[in-house]
């Protein structure tokens, strides 16, 4: 009897299906996935404690695949193993023929992880390289705080490994001494168009490694006995508490091991098909007589079931009102003074939060002063709840998915501009399905004095894209979110940790006057009439809000009679905004302190679908901006203090000044 005769014969029949598979699909990356046969048999039929048919049961052990090219050997161990895949919790067995599918656009076996797609063994989607790793601490995170004992497998490339974002996540797990998170480095040393660098080599990535703090288990990543050897050291230290360190195994393997064939260079993403495909499976075939010639009838792998766990349950977020909040944590006198910044309103609104719901958590990435998270922080209440993420944001967005995955509501905090380097996260994140809470504080041209390299100006464009499709539970791909002051702040605060999707919600640095009350209801796509008029209609949110109402004032000095909307939330509800334009005679002025496609995009959008007649015009920053000492300064700088409102707004009406 042989456990390593097991593995091998495990090993050959996965990497002979991997070969199959994406021959069928005429695409792939079979030689990526024969590099891992060994490591992927030995955690998914011996080493992880999970249940095959309930792939998300809570307390199973988790794979999370960063080499997400590599997933063909994963869907061969799902369809030898009957995983359950399928969509909104009715569970079927894979089969062979369902891994046969691979790529097709009817099918759940997508080209690379999606758990979205009908394929739940994953906890998010990946793909994009260098992410898997940060969503892989997420989960740790998520399992700590509830007390579950798993541990977390994350595989990445070697080349993946010259990822920034990796070694921002190595820095993370040390910080946050997560043993249960397990990195498993691939090392076939070639990457897409050439072999990879000397720097990504097993050698240099294990001494990287125990710089950072970790254990670097150097294996043959085709030797099962040397696998599960090092599985056992990282488990070991996990069960040390706080006296363990954290563990990554660092595998030598070959790209295409099994078949010299297909090996080397040149076969990065390419199907093995007609001649070289049957030649690849003989050798293979050669292989398996070779390598398990001392199995047993009785060698067989065994899964072993995690600790039972119930589903933990669902909580609404029923927080006391704004005015409460800020009585309950001494701070009535500054709600007196009737004037409050959204980025601080956004950490009353956290803190309280906090305290009713138990699945809120936070992440900042080293400015929690700056977005008032550290109210949050600060509390001992919930300071277990607070993951503090440094100078590192695409990591602190995946750690925010793996923290979806295990059931939180992550609010992941910055300055709006700093989100930017994470456009490619987010993006990925909407698409697992994620439930993640993105608050950029600092919008717009708000942090003057500090000059444009801190302003976030094509970020409502960006987010906005995502409000333009619906995502695979038929919302938005993200709701855009522009408070104009402390209690909008506040009310979308509470309603975007009950919604069941991202959001992003930008959080302004001055202080600004109370606009609203605690009567007033903030919705998803909703929008709120400041002013009824009749003359024209002026449509703008957060910090310019309050530009606007000046230029409102202004312009009914001068006889004219404006509406203005706050328009808060994208998308809107744009039957409701178009009927206030009518009856402003269809005349439209957006107004923003970002570049343009954002608010003004939205509406001439909604116009054009109307088909009705519409006279629309944008205001919204059209130049790089400086650094200027004040708010008031930069708007004079750009064209957008209220008096250019006003002046634009009558010129629209053929009134010559303001």
Known sequence: M????????????????????????????????????????VLMYHSMRWVPSHPRYPSSDRLVLSEGHAVPIIYSACADLGVGIGKEGELRPMTMEDAMTLRDIDSPIDGHPNPMEGFPFFDAATGSLGMGLSVAAGLGLAARHDE??????????????????????????????????????????????????????????????????FIAEVIDGHDPDAILTAVEVAKENHAKGSQGSPVAIVANTIKGWGSPVCQGGGWHGKPVTGEKLQAALAELEGLRNELTSTLGSGDELTIYPPEERAPLAAQISDAPSFTEAMKQFDMASTLATGKFATRRAFGVALRALGHVNSSVVVLDADVKNSTFTDWFASDRALSDRMFECKIAEQNMVSVAAGLSAGEKIPFAATFSKFFTRAYDQIELAINSGANIKIVGSHSGIGPASDGPSQMSLPDVSWFRSFTTITDHRGNPGCYVLQPAD??????????????????????????????????????????????EGRDLLIVSAGYMLHECNKAIELLDKAGIDASLIDLYSLPFDVDALLDIANENGGMILTVEDNYGGGIGSAVADAVTESGDGFTIEQMHVRSIPKSARTVEDELTYLGLRSVDVARRAARMLGVATV
Not at 20 to 40: C, N, Q, R
Request: aromatic share 8%; glycine share 8%; charged share 15%.
């Open 2 to 41: 042989s456990f390593a005769a097991a593995v091998h014969a495990k090993a050959i029949q996965l990497d002979r299906a991997s070969l199959e598979t994406t021959a069928a699909a005429g695409a792939g990356h079979p030689t990526s996935a024969m590099s891992l046969g060994h490591i992927v048999t």
């Open 148 to 213: 579950i004992n798993k541990q977390v497998y994350c595989i990445i490339g070697d080349g993946e490994s010259r990822e920034g974002q990796v070694w921002e996540a190595v820095d993370f797990i040390i910080d946050h001494q997560l043993t249960s998170v397990v990195p498993i480095f691939n090392c076939n040393s070639f990457g897409q168009a050439d072999k990879v660098s000397q720097q990504q080599s097993s050698g240099v990535i294990a001494k990287k490694l125990e710089a950072a703090g």
């Open 486 to 531: 402390a209690y909008a702040a506040y009310g979308l605060t509470q309603v975007m940790a009950d919604y069941q999707g991202v959001c992003y919600m930008r959080t302004c640095r001055p202080d600004v006057e109370f606009l609203y009350d605690d009567a007033t209801v903030f919705n998803l796509g909703g929008l709120e009439v400041l002013t």
